[in-house]
């Protein structure tokens, strides 16, 4: 057990081996609260994931390129809290890394994966919603379920050769004790990887949402002028979707700025301090947070979802497609 003894004395994470890590004390209270914390917070991430793959797969009328996106995002998001929230969870709590050194190789290729996944996810629904909005006309031939599928195959395929790179390139800090799932990047790939990985997508998103923004107050601008002419024009209804992809898209921008800046900033200056911080530690989590978040603001704020998750949690899913 992790928790603390009554002795106060050292522990091991391996009492057998001289290299070996030592391991964290907690009390019993702390040990219990964190593992039903991290516990509640991987279900929640997993249901809620699950809920958009489920209504986007089995309802016919959802398969469309936005949604196709949806899906891949909530399957990366999925995967986080099934997988890498579980591990670094233990990791955290029992203040011991058990699983060995392959695995932990293996763990870190799976968590910047699922990242990456995650950040193309959202550059492709930029791209996507862009289009949607300032080329309205073009869209139904630019964007199709078949270009859709392959370029989300391909951000899948690219992140996983990307990160199967670093991960064959970096080497386990020397000084690292036994017990200890330390990665130490070199300083080439943590400037690439700022880059590719949070720089350049960043800049991507932000600049196609400030143009959809752009365009959504001209044609509101737009609408306004008509209305005041005299014209008769449907204006309700435009200004009401136009305040809510406002919102939407203000919170989507938020939210990903707010999980992914601080967490880079320090990967500039974590060369010699590694990952072992508390600091370093609570940007991560906010990371996994931000998997559990997605699904709120890309299917919550549609109609469609509350409307397909009525089905499936009253089971009306198994009576009609």
Known sequence: M??????????????????????????????????VFFSLLSAWTVFLNLLVIISISHFKKLHTPTNLIILSLAVADMLVGLIVMPTEATKLI???????DTFCRLFITIMVLLFSASL?????????????VCHPLLYPQKITMTKTLIIVSLCWFCSL???TAIAVSVSHMKYACY???????????????LFLSFLIPCTIIITLYLRIFYVAH?????????????????????RKSERKAALTLGIIVIVYLFCWIPFFILSL????????????????WILYINSGLNPLIYAFFYPWFKMSVKHILTFKIFHQA
């Open 269 to 284: 200056t974590r060369q010699n301090t590694g990952m072992a911080s508390t600091t370093a530690y609570i940007l991560l």
């Open 179 to 193: 017990g200890e799932c330390t990665i130490l990047i070199t300083f080439d790939w943590t400037i690439t990887d």
């Open 120 to 132: 193309s996810n959202l550059v492709l629904i930029a791209v996507d919603r862009f289009v949607a």
């Open 2 to 35: 992790a928790y603390e003894t009554e002795d106060h004395e050292t522990q091991y994470c391996f009492p057998a081996i001289n290299s070996s890590c030592i391991k964290g004390k907690r009390s019993r209270h702390e040990y219990n609260i964190m593992y």
């Open 94 to 100: 029992e203040t011991c890394w058990y699983f060995g």
């Open 161 to 163: 050769a990307y990160n």
């Open 218 to 238: 001209h044609q509101v601008k737009v609408i306004n002028s008509l209305i005041k002419g005299g014209k008769h024009v449907n204006e309700g209804s435009k």
